[in-house]
């Protein structure tokens, strides 16, 4: 209760109190001069007042009685009125279960993902860091940035590094598994806010270059492999024939954004792999230090860092700052402008069957105008009226949120099943209590419109004309035709612009698969072995390779079969570059791939100049490189770059001595292929021969088959592989085709949930042109068949029905695209090779609508011209 609210109750409290006082005085003092007593005096008046107070306290019970018997009396009705309309009924329930599902099903999806906060304390304190640059944002930092901004920032209470989600061999007693292993460095866990259930997390000591190995169990594996074993903490478990010490178990349900079953601390200054930009960084802020206050600091860390490191700046293609963002923001940013589209044109969807149902309701109400009059006439009021039409829209808004909700529960297992979205929080995504309340809101928001919209139609109720002549008014009236007409004007915009948002995003969809790939994946098989440390595949990865793709090249129906560090969009792994003796023309994050000799030929990508690999190149010591065009037009514009050289592990003068290798002297240029995603540009690229490359091999090899036929190739594949090393991991094994439309699996997740939207919006589009002119070529028989009486022909009534709804639907196409030239610009970053506004697909979408309307007049247009003119006036 406000304060206001407060001091006014008790201000009525003491006026009330004043007056019963007074009261109780006065009839004291008349007592008393009627020769009573004082005390027979006060006992009289206490008795009047308790009297007065009951008699009140029966009338306010009565009244409340009234009420409620009012109350089942008008649920009674709607309830009987509903069903003796069971068309309107149904149609009405299940247009209105549509949109509310809908947008329940979306809104649950939102409420999980961008509103509830990340299931961490005080989730709004963790933050993430990357680098801005002019193109966008480079998700990571290097080893080298994250502990400097570890060791010198003010502004963070913890900061911790996250790297690698990969598979990992443990073995417990006699049996061994695969588990999927997350490497993390000390404040991992102080930076979610989590205490581990047992023990510890990392301490520094344990993240250093030689440091101790150190893993932490989740509570799930901790159960389990190892019993819920109590005194599992210090000892030591085996992972790639490794022992490590157990430090701690995380607390039961902790998840991070990937899917770990245990956390293993991260060793830095390892050479290769700190050169890279794949150290995902997370932050606390310090108590009272506000987002604003650490994004001042960060661009001044930035340049002290590359001025400590390097003498130099970052600059050139890599010129930006260090940029914060909170960490729920980050994680959803590639899918807060689809979640938010997707409930934009729910909501759209809504509007659209509530426009739907309300014409239904006018329709309704005209057929009602003989018992309206006789209610009115009868003695009934406005206010009761308005009750009772109140109560049948909250039965039928009610009987449609419920309808919603269920169909909601299917929509949102199907919608949960297909994102393609790793997060923290869509395991928590389902009907709660917020999202139920959302559901009751839009019903009882909806109910009492519809009520209203009803209720308004009976203040043109003419009584007189009604009772006297026994039937409904004919005519449809210009104030309610003007507002039938908004009605379908209203439906056709907004349907045009869920379609336009549809086209839009199937379009730019179609143009992904278009997409040039640089590589063939046709009758492509792609597998990932991950090498356990110890083993000797691991310790001679080409030798172990070689020996497999002599087994697999012999397989029959096997074309060819080659190895590359990561295969085309299945991940990314980059090391610093530069041109030989030009420090200014260098890159932080070149990809770098290993690959044998017949790789380019089995994954079909063209040799621009020069050669590629040939086996002499791999027992050479002369070392080599082939670079993508779009390195060579970088480094050598207009020049050819075959003979120039290309130093791997430098960055502007910087040397790693752990990593830097020889210049190798580039012997050709292949064709650009697709990196980590097939939306953006094929990043600059450098291919070195397998055997030359094992410091980047020791982790995993992805193997490219080329078959006569994928199927049934599996188990001979995996049969290969064994032979050679036992035991040895496969993962991954799928055609790459598979691993192409899961590149491409959240523009599809949007086109299909827009296309799905859309169609419904034109469908639903059908359904409410075709009632609202169904039903005015009802109110006009009398009309139609005068004018039919006096020598109109059927094409003439046809034309008449066909004109309206032409020119409704005319204008609803004009202002849908006057609209929709605003609101599709807000879709740019979910478009690939298409303008917001691109005039085809309007153009396209405009005259697709307009056949839709066309559609739903043809019924109505013929029923006009079937009216017999003479049993028109008959009727009328």
């Known amino acids: 209760m406000s304060w206001r609210r407060f001091f006014r109750r008790r201000k009525w409290d003491e006026e009330r109190a004043r007056e019963l006082a007074l009261y109780l005085v006065t009839e004291t003092e008349e007592n008393i001069a009627r ?28 009244n409340s009685i009234r009420f409620i018997e009012t109350l089942w009396q008008d649920l009674r009705y709607g309830a009987r009125m509903l069903r003796k309309s069971p068309g309107f009924t149904i149609v009405a329930v299940l247009t209105l279960a549509l949109g509310i599902g809908a947008n329940t099903a979306i809104f649950s999806l939102v409420d999980g993902v961008l509103l509830r906060p990340l299931p961490y304390p005080q989730a709004d304190q963790i933050v993430h860091l990357s680098w801005q640059v002019k193109g966008g944002a480079i998700p990571n930092l290097t080893a080298p940035e994250y502990e400097f901004c570890r060791d010198h920032s003010t502004s963070f209470a913890v900061l911790a590094g996250v790297r690698d989600l990969v598979d990992r061999e443990l073995t417990s007693g006699d049996t061994k598994q695969w588990v999927k292993a997350l490497y993390v460095t000390d404040g991992f866990f102080e930076t979610l806010g989590v205490n581990p259930e047992l023990g510890r997390g990392f ?86 230090v506000s987002e604003a206050q650490a994004q001042a600091e960060m661009p001044v860390l930035g340049k002290e860092f590359w001025a400590q490191i390097s003498g130099l700046e970052r600059q050139s293609e890599t010129q930006g700052y260090i940029h914060l963002d909170p960490y729920q923001s980050w994680l959803a940013g590639d899918y807060r402008m689809s979640l938010l589209m997707l409930l934009s044109a729910v909501g759209l969807l809504l509007l659209i069957a509530c426009a739907n149902v309300a014409s239904l309701l006018l ?44 169909g909601a529960v299917t929509i949102l297992r199907v919608v949960v099943s297909a994102i393609p979205w790793e997060l923290p929080v869509v395991d928590r995504i389902g009907l709660d209590g917020r999202v139920l309340f959302f559901t009751l809101s839009i019903g009882i928001g909806a109910s009492i419109a519809f009520g209203l919209v009803s209720f308004l139609q009976t203040r043109k109720v003419d009584l007189n004309s009604t009772l006297k002549d026994g039937r409904t008014i004919a005519g449809v009236g210009r104030g309610r035709g003007r507002f039938l007409g908004a ?47 110890g083993t000797a595949a691991a310790s001679h990865p080409w030798d172990f390779e070689r020996q497999a793709l002599a087994r697999i090249q012999a397989i029959p129906g096997v ?33 770098y791939r ?16 020069g050669r590629g690999f040939q086996e002499s190149d791999f027992g050479s010591s002369a070392p080599g490189a082939l670079i993508n065009e779009t390195l060579a037009r970088d480094w050598w514009p207009g020049q050819n770059p075959i003979g120039g050289r290309i130093v791997v592990g430098e960055f502007r003068g910087q040397k790693i001595p752990q990593i830097l290798e020889a210049p190798r002297e580039i012997i050709g240029v292949v064709a650009d292929v697709k990196g980590l995603a097939i939306d953006r540009p094929a990043p600059p690229m450098v291919y070195v021969p397998a055997s030359q490359a094992a410091g980047i091999m020791n982790g995993s090899t992805d193997w490219v088959v080329r078959t006569s036929a994928t199927a049934g190739i599996a188990s001979t594949l995996r049969k290969a592989v064994t032979d050679v090393a036992p035991g040895q991991r496969i993962i991954d094994l799928e055609p790459m085709t598979q691993l192409i439309g899961a590149s491409v699996a959240q523009p599809n997740f949007e086109g299909s949930l827009m296309g799905m939207f859309g169609g419904l919006a034109l469908l639903l589009t059908l359904v409410g042109v075709y009632g609202v002119l169904n039903f005015q070529v ?66 396209g979408i405009a005259i697709l609508v307009l056949v839709v309307a066309m559609l739903a007049a043809y019924l109505p247009a013929r029923r006009a011209m079937r009216v017999d003119p003479m049993v028109a006036l008959r009727h009328e």
């Open 778 to 843: 009802g109110q006009r028989t009398h009309e139609i068949g005068i004018r039919m009486a006096l020598g109109a022909n059927r094409r003439d009534v046809t034309r008449l029905v066909i004109a309206k709804a032409a020119m409704l639907a005319a204008l609803g196409i004009l202002i849908g695209i006057a609209a929709a030239f605003g609101l599709t610009r807000l879709m740019g970053s979910l478009l690939y090779e298409v303008r917001p506004t691109d005039p085809a697909i309007f153009a």
């Open 559 to 591: 074309q060819s079969a080659a190895i590359v560090s990561v295969a085309p969009l299945n991940g990314q792994r980059n090391l610093p570059a530069q041109r030989d003796g030009h420090p200014e023309d260098s890159i932080g994050g070149t990809e």
């Open 594 to 609: 290993a690959i044998s000799s017949d790789y380019f030929s089995t994954m079909g990508i063209s040799i621009m100049r």
């Open 203 to 288: 301490v520094r000591r344990e993240t250093l270059p030689n440091g101790p190995y150190a893993v932490v169990l989740t509570d799930k594996l901790w159960r389990s492999v190892y019993g819920a074993d109590a005194n599992i903490v210090g000892r030591q478990i085996v992972l790639d024939n490794r022992s490590y010490t157990v430090t701690g178990v995380a607390p039961p349900g902790f998840k991070f954004t990937e899917p770990a079953d245990l956390f293993i601390s991260l060793h830095l200054g390892n050479g290769v792999e700190d050169m890279g930009t794949n150290t995902d960084v997370i932050g606390r802020l310090k108590s009272g």
């Open 363 to 406: 329709a309704r109400a005209n057929s009602r105008q003989k018992e309206i009059s006789i209610r009115l006439a009868l003695g009934a009021t406005r206010g009761r009226l308005l009750a009772q039409f109140l109560t049948e829209s909250l039965l039928l808004g009610s009987a449609g949120a419920a309808a919603g909700l269920a």
């Open 487 to 533: 009605l379908v004007v209203g439906e056709v915009a907004i349907s045009l612009m869920l379609a336009l948002g549809a086209g839009l995003l199937i379009e730019s969809l179609y143009n992904l698969y278009q997409e040039k790939l640089g590589f063939d994946p046709t009758r492509v098989v792609l597998m990932e072995t991950p090498f356990a440390p």
């Open 35 to 62: 020769g009573m007593t004082r005390e027979e005096a006060s006992r009289a008046a206490h008795i009047k007042l308790g009297n007065a107070t009951r008699i009140r306290e029966e009338i306010y019970e009565m």
